[in-house]
């Protein structure tokens, strides 16, 4: 599996999760990853990325809230999402900048369902 997106759940609001993205190495770089969610007929949004740095961006929708880190050792990147809200209900998506051979990537893979009840 070149990207394996988990931990989705059911959660109500105020409530915590953790995503977790396993990069295949021979696929992809693991130095620039972000976070996407899409919900039904919207476009997908970034909401976390990371660099090689190690410098994170997040949108104002959940900056505060969310928080995007890195486990080269374990080829793992991960969503800790606190707060949810039930507008944060969407599948969630981790992209890798680019493939292991330095080429923009636009794989996407099977994302993650979130649902934050009322």
Known sequence: VQLQASGGGLVPAG????LSCVVSRSHFMIHAVGWYRQTSGKQRELVANINSDGNTYYPDSVKGRFT???DSAKSTVYL???????????VYYCRPLLT???LRNDYWGQGTQVTVSS
């Open 80 to 90: 800790q999402m606190n707060s949810l809200k039930p507008e944060d209900t969407a």
């Open 68 to 70: 995007i880190s890195r």
């Open 15 to 18: 409530g915590s999760l953790t």
């Open 100 to 102: 292991a051979q330095g």
